[in-house]
Structure formats: C-alpha cells, structure tokens
C-alpha cells in the first residue's frame, strides 16, 4: 500500500467509504480503462472531452491532433481534471433509493507536460501501442516526422488523485429486508473479441 | 432522419468526416450508454464526475446527492458539457500512426434544470429504473420522503449536441498496404451478465 497525499481538490466528500488513495489501486484502474475523459475551463466554460489513455510509471499520458482546442488550452497550463470509470455491475436492491452500481472510479487533477523530446515521445507513443496489443510497437510501421509533428503527447502526474471502489451487494435499511422483492448484483464486464482481420 | 441544429460549440473541428448530428443516432448512444461525464467550471477549474443517467425525450436526467459539489455549481446555472462514450472495437493499422479504436461518442452543452415537481421527480427516478431492468419501478420499493428530499434530479436539453461514430477497419497509407503487417479490428461490447441474488 503506498498512500497518496490528499489535497482539498481530491478530498472525497460525497461516498467517503468507498474513497481510496493506494496508488497500486490507482493504477490498475488507470491500466484496465481504455479510456479517460479529462476536462478543462476556458473562458469559464468547462470543456470535456473523452480520449484514449495510457501509464508510464506516476505519469498519464494522453495523444491527440496538435490543433485539438482542449489540448490547446492543456498547452495554456489550464489544469485538468481527468476522471477513469470502470463499471462493473448493476446493483438491485429492494428499495428504489439504494439501487446503485458497483464501480471503480479515478479523478486525477493536473497540468500537463507536452512532451517535446523526440525519443521520450517516440517512446511514449510505442508504450500506448503495448497496451493495445503486447509487442506491436516492434511490428507496425513506426511514425514518420510528418506524423510525429502532428501528433502532441501530453503527460500528467499522477499525484493530486482519488479513487473510488464499489463493490457488493445492495446496501438496505433493515426494514426494507423482509420485503419480497428480488435484489443483487448483475456483473458488468467489457471483452475485447478475437481480431478481425482487415 | 432528424437533424439537429449545429453550434460554434458543437461544431466538429478534428474528425469531421465521422461527425453525426443525427437524433436518432444521439439518443440510441445516450441510451445505451451506462454512465456519461459531467464536467462543469467552478472558479475558472474545471470538475469533471462519471454519473448515471437516463433520458426522457429530448432530455437526459441525472440524478445524485443535494450536496454534490458539482452539482451545486450545475444550481448556479453554470453551464456543463456532458460527454458519453461507447467502445466498441481496437483498431490495428500497419502503421502506429493510424492505429485507432471504434467508438460512438456524444456531446452535450447545456444548463441543468433541476426537477423540484414532485410527481415530475419521481417519474424520472422511475424511468431510471426502468433502464436498469424493465418492470423495476413497480417492483422496488418507492422512495420515500426523506430519501426523495435527499437526491437531487436534473434535466439537461439534448439540444446543444453533436456525436462521432467510427466504424469499420484502419485507415491506411496506401504505401503501407503492401507491408506484412497484421491488422483488423478487435471488436469490443460491454455484457451485463446473469443477475447474482443478495
């Protein structure tokens, strides 16, 4: 267990049980998810956005078109807020109130760093193409200059973070148990299928 | 077909050939979809929370804590961008440039109404059950006053909106045609499995 430092931003106030601050935990959310949405304020309008993500050690990396208005304002030292939501199952329980779901949630708040040296980005780049598929940053055509400079990488620490994790059954006020109503858990899970070759 | 009106903010700029401002298209998103991104300006930061929600019409509902933070701000009439995202498959191009996934994706901009109409609050909060399991809202027990008084509901305008759709294999350089790379899609779909009793 390595605990990360609270900040008031990452305070959880609302669902304090189910708060978490194990970076390891962190992680493995940040791992699992195949995508993030990170938001920004410009001109006081939050902006958000989702986006494909990957890790490399306590750093968020996220790619996109150098032209992309909310990296444009990420290059402006906005400060984001990323959020990861994994969902992992529908909660029924016998009261409507207590129906929830069971998930495993990151909201991470930061500037990001442009990552502007040429084998640190390349190196990142081939790193996103590992999570995809194990290896396949040695078999497909490498970026050309061309599409390097049109491609901005963007890291973000991941050091001002909360997670939140929901797991098992409904919770239920005690009078409501003798009900006859059914109540449980269906799992979610998202599958990746057997490639479909182009 | 019903088209709906574009605005500067809901104009695609990056991948505007798989910009979508279909109704039918957006309202089949925000319905499959679980849970969408909520992200709002508060002191020029942006906060962004994964929520459920659900739709009635040409509104999507949220629902959460009267003491939510981010919704306290949406009772400010700030205005939120709400963002859904559906994966449904990696896409491997020859090259790591054009590497890529399938995805529908929706947009929204707008201000939350808040529902303070007692049977307009609890009809929406059985919609909301319904989308979980169909039936369920005459199952459950309703909520009662406290709890009612407790959660906050909201109406957003589908209105301010747009959707990207991408479908179909890799897009390709046509000089990496001829390369002996592997490429396809894996397809992706998140499944919601056999209800586990409580």
């Not at 958000?48 to 790619?63: A, K, N």
């Not at 329980?93 to 980005?121: C, M, Q, T, W």
């Not at 990142?124 to 491609?151: C, F, H, I, Q």
Request: charged share 25%.
């Amino acid at each position: 267990m390595s605990e990360i430092a609270v900040t008031e931003r990452t305070r959880v106030k609302r669902g304090r049980k189910i708060a978490n601050y194990d970076r390891e935990t962190i992680n493995r959310i940040i791992d699992e998810a195949w995508v993030c949405n990170i938001g920004v304020s410009a001109a006081g309008q939050a902006m958000v956005q989702p986006t494909s993500h990957w890790r490399i050690g306590d750093e968020l990396f996220l790619h996109g078109s150098v032209k992309n208005g909310l990296f444009q304002q990420v290059m402006k030292s906005e400060t984001a807020c990323i959020t990861l939501f994994l969902l992992d199952g529908l909660v029924f329980a016998r009261s409507a109130y207590h129906h929830s779901v069971n998930f495993r949630s990151v909201v991470i708040y930061g500037n990001g760093r442009l990552v502007d040296d040429p084998e640190e980005k390349r190196s990142a780049l081939d790193t996103m193409l590992e999570k995809y598929s194990p290896g396949r940053s040695a078999e497909a055509r490498p970026p050309n200059e061309t599409e390097l400079k049109v491609t901005a990488v963007f890291a973000f620490p991941i050091e001002e973070v909360s997670a939140k994790v929901r797991t098992g059954g409904p919770n239920e006020e005690p009078e409501d148990m003798a009900l006859d109503i059914w109540a449980g858990v269906k799992p979610v899970t998202s599958v990746v299928g057997e490639l479909i070759p182009d």
